[in-house]
Every structure is written in C-alpha cells, then in structure tokens.
C-alpha cells in the first residue's frame, strides 16, 4: 500500500466549509487591495488597471497582501487535487494558516499594521474581516 492510498478525503462538511473560506478571502483580499490602491493613488495619481496589475504584482506597497493572495491560490490547489486527494488534516492546516494571516497582532510588522489599521475605518475589510472569521471558527 502507497502513502497516497492511506490517505482518508476531505468530508464532505470540510470541502464545503473550504470553499466557503475561500470565497471569505477572496472578498477581504479584494476589500483590502481596495483600500491598498485607493492609498497608491492618493499619493501617486490615478493609474490605470493594466498598470495597477503591475503594481500588486510587483511594488513594495501591495507586498504585504501577497500572502492573501498565495493562502488563496494554495487552497485552490490543494482542494482541487485529484491525486493526492486532500484531507481532513490538508485542510486543517490551510484554517490554521488562514487563522494566522487573518488575525493582525499588534506587532510592529508591516503587513499587521496595514491589516489592522484597515480593520479599524474601512466597513468593506470589517465586513470580509468578519465572514472569514466566521469560517475560522467554524460558523
């Protein structure tokens, strides 16, 4: 027997609640890149969406929200895999990832200011915030 044949799928209640985790961060990266590119423009002018693709691709400003958008693409990736299927435990691990990335600290990092100074005035990032969190904790 492979290590691939040992492994149990993911139930039918986790790929339902993954799907719905990922919908949740799809909404609060999109509520965040809102906000991140309304402060590029503030400070730089208008730019048009070919070269705003550019920037969060590729400019220091939109670095912070890679992570959300890599936590997104990793669960597409695993939940969709035919061979190894995922599991229980693989989506286990994506919450508790989702769980770290979505719960701004309070440190001197970066990323959690930016998160958490959205979170305090923006009602879209407070409300996408709000429905992952829900996900997270299994409502």
Not at 54 to 60: A, F, I, R, S, T
């Amino acid at each position: 027997m492979n290590e691939n044949s040992s492994r149990v799928p993911a139930s039918d209640e986790m790929r339902k609640r993954m799907l719905r985790l990922h919908q949740a961060l799809l909404r609060l990266h999109k509520a965040l890149l809102d906000v991140e590119s309304a402060n590029y423009e503030k400070a730089n002018g208008q730019v048009s969406r070919g070269a705003l693709l550019q920037l969060v691709m590729n400019h220091e400003q939109f670095a912070w929200l890679r992570a959300f958008s890599m936590l997104i693409v990793r669960i597409d990736e695993v939940m969709d895999a035919k061979e190894p299927r995922a599991t229980n435990e693989d989506a286990e691990s994506l919450l508790e990832q989702a769980r770290i990335l979505v719960n701004p600290s309070g440190s001197n990092d970066e990323s959690d200011g930016r998160y958490a100074a959205a979170l305090e005035r923006e009602p879209s990032v407070i409300s996408a915030h709000t429905e992952a969190a829900d996900v997270l904790l299994g409502a």
